[in-house]
């Protein structure tokens, strides 16, 4: 087998997987030179030299040229009587070099030489997919279920490449068949033994994320703002989103009309029931909107702890709860405080802000009940500066609610 048939065997792998011919020839060089050191031991007196312009390479042995009688290896030294016949200028000492053909190694050395080719192709190959991958890491890959197994099922992309999804990165609803497509996010890329192993998860909050940048082009393209994504897959997911531009209403941008941008994303998430709300720096209104829609009375923030105490009527706290705990679970997760619900009804002397609304008008009455403060004491009990900041109120309208909250009890 000559130089040039021995690289064209390797022709249809190198055109399925798409190898240069340069990276394919400095693998060949790589190659030769390994099976020089299993042959010699050493490749210190050979060169290679691989031209992937012809597609050709050459082996050369560089002999010491020794004393006639002085030989000790023939593969590596040539003694001055049969180096003159090839050239009369030769000394003793100089190098003489020969060229190799490959035929030469032996045909047992060829099959070597073919299976270490193999081998370190392959090692290419997996260096390639293991350097794409990692730079996909967080993105949404689509494969096609090829086995399920018990503990994971195999999904293989359209190059062929295989993806794990776990058991445990499987929403608990997931069902699959065999030759569906199914999307999931490249969790992490690790080599198991000499082959990179692909690990794609459905459960991580980061698959909700890239969900929505596919289904709502405002996220994607920046305008709105995904602050935080907490989920307990295939149950209850909460997100809070915020907009550069104060005209936008970002829940309504993601929501859609009738929840129709949502609603994809729910059916890829096997019904996983999503509330979107509107991040703010504030912790007290954003612990309020965490917890969704029920009646809080008061917050307590303790921000060097962070801790929140949440105030609610008593038929309310099965709703702050939620499910197994899941809607103050989330709460938790979004806000990154550790929020405990107390049981609190309205004092005897105190009076509920909508009492007001033939001296308060409704829209502001609204403003304070979006923060959790529902009566007269609950507004009084606070400053104007931290009215301020929790409402979106002038100074001078919440002065003058105080005011009119203050006549009352001195009524």
């Not at 994303?265 to 917890?291: C, F, G, H, T, Y």
């Not at 307590?300 to 679970?329: C, D, F, H, L, W």
């Amino acid at each position: 087998m000559d130089n040039i048939a021995l690289i064209e065997a390797f022709g249809d792998f190198k055109d399925e997987k798409s190898i240069s011919k340069i990276d394919l020839m400095a693998i060949i060089e790589d190659s030769l030179k390994t099976l020089l050191r299993k042959r010699y031991d050493s490749d210190d007196h050979f060169d290679v030299i691989v031209n992937p312009d012809k597609g050709d390479f050459q082996i050369f042995l560089n002999k010491t040229i020794v004393e006639d009688g002085m030989s000790e290896d023939d593969d590596l030294e040539i003694e001055i009587s049969e180096a003159k016949k090839i050239d009369p200028t030769f000394e003793v000492g100089e190098d003489y070099t020969m060229e190799i053909p490959v035929a030469q190694l032996g045909r047992r050395n060829i099959l070597t030489l073919k299976q270490i080719l193999a081998t370190k192709l392959q090692e290419h190959n997996n260096a390639l997919l293991y350097e794409q991958f990692r730079d996909r890491i967080g993105e949404i890959v689509v494969g096609e279920v090829h086995h399920i197994r018990h503990k994971h099922v195999i999904l293989l992309d359209d190059e062929g490449n295989e993806f794990i999804l776990p058991k445990e990165n499987q929403i608990p609803s997931d069902f699959f068949k065999k030759g569906e497509n199914v999307r999931a996010i490249v969790e992490s890329v690790d080599f198991k033994g000499s082959k990179p192993q692909i690990i794609v998860s459905r459960t991580a909050p980061k698959f909700l994320e890239k969900l929505l940048e596919l289904e709502i082009p405002e996220i994607q393209d920046g305008t709105i703002i995904l602050k935080k994504v907490v989920r307990i897959p295939g149950e209850k997911a909460k997100i809070a989103v915020d907009a550069y531009d104060d005209r936008i209403d970002p829940v309504g941008a993601c929501v859609g009309v009738k929840g129709s941008r949502i609603h994809g994303v729910v059916r890829e998430l096997r019904n996983e029931n999503i509330d979107v709300i509107q991040w703010s720096k504030n912790p007290e209104i954003m612990v309020k909107r965490a917890l969704g829609n029920v009646t809080i009375n008061k917050i307590e923030i303790k921000p060097e702890q962070a801790y929140a105490m949440v105030y609610t009527p008593v038929e309310e706290i099965s709703k702050v709860i939620g499910k197994q705990g899941q809607n103050i679970r989330l709460a938790s997760w979004l806000t990154d405080f550790e929020i405990d619900v107390y049981r609190e009804t309205v004092e005897e002397d105190d009076v509920e802000l909508d009492e007001f609304s033939d001296d308060i008008e409704q829209w502001i009455l609204n403003e304070f009940k979006k923060v959790g403060l529902l009566t007269a004491k609950s507004v009084l009990d606070k400053d104007t500066e931290s009215l301020l900041n929790m409402t979106d109120l002038e100074e001078e309208t919440i002065d003058e609610v105080k005011q009119i909250l203050k006549e009352e009890f001195e009524d």
